[in-house]
């Protein structure tokens, strides 16, 4: 069996928190764990930085809680159903998606605890 371990990295969420959602956030996860979080190695960056395509206000709430999250890794390839802002159609590829955050002005980038599923 492999033994799961819990690292540092740097991830990239796609929006600034807004408080008031992100209070509810936080007290949703104090009874419900923490959250699974879709993302992508960061390309050119070493591999404990990410892009998250999702989850700005569960990454924040995390964060605040001193709590892990956890990381499912993408492909590029890969086709998703995402709620990125100026990103269209809904269901498209993660690169396109990635693409777009790469030009982002909104995007907050967090330490945090991490379990990377493999």
């Known amino acids: 069996m492999k033994?799961?371990?819990?690292?540092?990295?740097?991830?990239?969420?796609?929006?600034?928190?807004?408080?008031?959602?992100l209070s509810n956030v936080m007290w949703l996860m104090e009874s419900m764990g923490p959250p699974i979080i879709?993302?992508?190695?960061?390309?050119?960056?070493?591999?404990?930085?990410?892009i998250?395509?999702?989850?700005s206000h569960r990454v924040a709430a995390a964060k605040k809680l001193g709590m892990a999250i956890i990381i499912r890794p993408m492909k590029l390839n890969q086709r998703i159903r995402h709620d990125v802002r100026d990103v269209y159609p809904k269901r498209t590829t993660v690169k396109k998606v990635v693409d777009a955050l790469n030009e982002c002005g909104q995007c907050v980038r967090y330490r945090v605890a991490a379990l990377i599923l493999r």
């Open 52 to 55: 998250a395509l999702e989850g």
């Open 38 to 50: 879709r993302a992508v190695p960061a390309i050119g960056e070493r591999v404990d930085r990410w």
């Open 3 to 21: 033994k799961l371990r819990v690292k540092y990295v740097y991830i990239t969420t796609p929006n600034r928190p807004d408080s008031r959602i």
